[in-house]
């Protein structure tokens, strides 16, 4: 789409760009092109896009994808769009304010990437809400102005050196690929914009996240600050400093990632941080009656498919949402999928029951919950010839976990959840689909 068809396609529709709205449409189809040509588009994707307005992006997505969701705001271009794609079964247009939509739906839409020339207004808005971990994104390209994208990108020493940049770069590598001149926009905005490429990072060591964010909201508060004054009580800041080998009097700018997140674990209390298994953990071998016969590691009875016992609970909350974790990338089996709330193995001598109530503790940091049983799944390839007891529970407090073990949990609609790992089963621990499958017999409607 050129200027002259976009001029026409809003006048067509009665649109009159809003700056309140931050609304700067793309004119050139080369600039477009190379945008969409970062998403490295494959025919199983879904992209979903936010902002398409008169589609000058999306003319180049359609019909190279399995299914294209376009988000909105404006409702007259949200309107064309649904006359244009009336129909079409792999387009979806959704006419609301992506700073607020909920993006776990979009889950059960995996292998799921991101595009969006996002309104300068509410850019900042739109990209926590769908790029914070978790997110179901295996990719990211957005456009935004220029001096956002530099801070996204930006290391200690540079000006542009802050929260955001150490936010995104904790979770995405950012490649900064394409500058787009004013001239390429309708109206003209009066900065320059550029795009960047994202890609989810895999190689950071484990950490916890709401830490780290509180660190750095303590941090950059007030910058010019001393870090040591700034930060909690509880460690020695000397030892601190030491650990990180930087001068005592540091401020929060001097810091770069890997000094952030290695503080973050100096910070971290809890008790299993930095334990994502223990192969040396003595458990309860059984018979196939679920009979105690002898007792073996937990390295051991994996290496040889010994006959063992585990427990897995579901935490639901008032919603009737259910709690999934993802498991950390340093597990030894199914690391970095999706799996139940919580689950673990029952040490030698434990009972289920007694078991559920310590791996809640352990793993989510629930003390008082009242469980019941929901079934018992016999030993398989699946679950890894683990009988295995599915508890229920329900909590709507607070939850803390060992970033050693998990990556992050959140909260799911149950029907999500069934369609989620109809579309994609590779996306959770097969254990956990055993024992969904298990729940979900035990329901009438999990909608």
């Given at each position: 789409m050129n200027h002259g068809d976009i001029r026409k396609h809003l006048d067509l529709h009665g649109v009159l760009p809003s700056r309140q709205l931050g609304q700067n449409f793309l004119t050139d189809a080369t600039t477009a092109l190379t945008i969409v040509s970062h998403l490295d588009l494959q025919a199983d994707d879904t992209v979903i896009e936010v902002g398409p307005g008169a589609g000058s992006l999306t003319c180049h997505v359609?019909?190279?994808?399995?299914?294209?969701?376009l988000i909105e705001f404006d409702a007259r271009l949200a309107a064309a769009l649904k006359d244009r794609y009336a129909g079409r079964a792999d387009v979806e247009v959704i006419h609301e304010d992506a700073a607020r939509i909920d993006i776990r739906r979009f889950f059960a839409e995996r292998p799921a990437k991101f595009l969006g020339n996002l309104p300068y207004s509410s850019g900042g808005a739109i990209m926590k809400n769908f790029l914070s971990v978790p997110h179901p994104f295996c990719r990211a390209v957005i456009m935004l102005?220029?001096?956002?994208?530099?801070?996204?990108?930006?290391?200690?020493g540079n000006s542009d050196y802050g929260m955001l940049s150490l936010r995104v770069q904790s979770a995405w590598h950012v490649e900064i690929?394409?500058?787009?001149?004013?001239?390429?926009?309708?109206?003209?905005?009066?900065?320059d914009s550029s795009v960047a490429l994202l890609i989810p990072r895999q190689d950071l060591p484990a950490f916890d996240r709401r830490l780290f964010d509180e660190l750095l909201r303590r941090g950059f508060g007030q910058r010019r600050k001393q870090l040591h004054k700034l930060m909690?009580?509880?460690?020695?800041?000397?030892?601190?400093?030491?650990?990180?080998?930087?001068?005592?009097?540091v401020r929060a700018e001097e810091l770069d990632l890997a000094k952030w997140?290695?503080?973050?674990?100096?910070?971290?209390?809890h008790p299993l941080k930095e334990i994502p298994?223990?192969?040396?953990?003595i458990l309860d071998l059984v018979n196939d009656n679920d009979e105690v016969t002898g007792q073996a590691t937990r390295a051991e009875i994996h290496a040889q498919n010994l006959l063992h016992r585990a427990v897995h609970i579901f935490v639901f909350n008032k919603r009737r949402e259910v709690l999934l974790q993802l498991r950390s990338r340093f597990k030894d089996k199914h690391p970095g999928v999706w799996d139940s709330?919580?689950?673990?193995?029952?040490?030698?001598?434990?009972?289920y029951a007694t078991s559920a109530a310590r791996e809640l503790e352990e793993e989510l940091g629930i003390t008082s919950a009242s469980l019941v049983e929901i079934g018992k799944l016999p030993p398989s390839p699946a679950t890894g010839w683990e009988f295995i007891v599915l508890y229920a529970c329900r909590h709507d407090g607070a939850l803390r976990f060992p970033c050693s073990e998990i990556d992050t949990v959140q909260w799911f609609p149950l029907s999500l959840v069934e369609q989620w790992i109809q579309h994609s089963p590779q996306d959770f621990a097969s254990g956990f689909i055993e024992c969904w499958n298990l729940f979900a017999a035990s329901q009438k409607d999990l909608r």
């Open positions: 359609e019909g190279r994808v399995r299914k294209l969701i102005q220029k001096e956002v994208i530099d801070r996204l990108g930006a290391g200690p690929v394409q500058q787009v001149p004013p001239d390429v926009f309708y109206p003209a905005p009066q900065v909690p009580a509880g460690q020695d800041w000397k030892h601190v400093t030491e650990q990180l080998d930087v001068p005592l009097t997140i290695h503080l973050t674990q100096l910070y971290d209390t298994q223990k192969g040396s953990e709330s919580s689950a673990g193995h029952i040490d030698a001598g434990e009972s």
